[in-house]
């Protein structure tokens, strides 16, 4: 079983910026789409970005599209997320997950396998 490990979240101002981590187990990382997904209360899990294994395509959700960058190093098992320009609507909690080997990655949290415990962004105004 593959285990996600987030960190890097906390309480930010308004304008700042955090980067998240998400180390996975195993050898086989490096096939793995990857994908991050966030959480507020009273909301659905929405889509946030997502990297392809073989070229490292990435994807993005409009509304954090110019500002978050979504990045993996194989060598490390780990694919992070820069936030730049943060907003108090980026509050939530921040989700990793990844796809079995050799999948395209996707954008609905249903096509993910496995999955982080989350990490927790607030971002005051």
């Known amino acids: 079983q593959v285990q996600l490990v987030e960190s890097g979240g906390g309480l930010v101002q308004a304008g700042g910026s955090l980067r998240l981590s998400c180390a996975a187990s195993g050898r086989l990382f490096s096939t793995y789409a990857m994908g991050w997904f966030r959480q507020s209360p009273g909301k659905e899990r929405e889509f946030v970005s997502a990297?392809?294994?073989?070229?490292?395509?990435?994807y993005y959700a409009d509304s954090v599209k110019g500002r978050f960058t979504i990045s993996r190093d194989n060598a490390k098992n780990t694919v992070y997320l820069q936030m730049n320009s943060l907003k108090p609507e980026d509050t939530a909690v921040y989700y990793c997950?990844?796809?079995?080997?050799?999948?395209?990655?996707?954008?609905?949290?249903?096509?993910?396998?496995?999955w982080g415990q989350g990490t927790q962004v607030t971002v005051s105004s």
């Open positions: 997950a990844g796809r079995t080997p050799f999948q395209r990655p996707g954008m609905r949290g249903d096509e993910y396998d496995y």
């Open positions: 990297i392809s294994w073989s070229d490292s395509s990435t």
